[in-house]
């Protein structure tokens, strides 16, 4: 478990790492020595504005410290999630940060191991991939089966496609967001 302090300094770091971009300028990290921000973890940033989706990123695995991670990852969805238009300076006091850690992937072998709400899923087959971190099935109230079908739909694949050969990996995720 990520500390409450830690986690406050990880929606701090994120939301100016966003703020330094959007002004073109850099900024600097202190990476600790020790402690869960400098442990090499997956996390990803999810914006949202007015409770809408504006940018989601993230790296499932990373050999890199978790603060970096979420500072990367906050200025990526903020500009590079193809979804969406770059966020804007002036949108900026209405963007709402939410942070996913994550735990290493580990592939299943029966889709009974999945927990709806405590994992989230990644499915490949082929070239494709997609996935869906724990709290999209949660809110949106799915089944498994469900949560599988549109895993392989944001893979690209039909909704059975994990019935059929696909590789199925799931993962936890720490997740927490900024007081609205």
Partial sequence: MIPAEDRKELLLVARRSI????RSEPYSLQIPDSGPLAEARGA???LT????LR???GRVTANEPLLRVVS??????????YRFSPVRKEELS???????ALTPPRTIQ????IQVGR????????SSSGLLLPQVASERHWDVPRFLEETCRKAGLPADAWREGATIELFEAEVWGEEE
Avoid: N, P
């Avoid at 703020?19 to 959007?22: C, N, P, S, Y």
């Avoid at 504005?49 to 809408?52: F, I, L, M, T």
């Fill in 119 to 126: 994992h989230g899923l990644i499915i490949r087959k082929g």
């Fill in 19 to 22: 703020e330094a971009a959007l």
């Fill in 72 to 81: 990367e990852m906050a200025i990526a969805s903020a500009r590079e999630d």
């Fill in 44 to 46: 990803f940033v999810t």
């Fill in 94 to 100: 209405q963007i709402h940060i939410e942070i996913s």
């Fill in 49 to 52: 504005r007015g409770g809408v």
């Fill in 55 to 57: 940018g989601c990123i």
């Fill in 110 to 113: 029966d889709a009974s191991e």
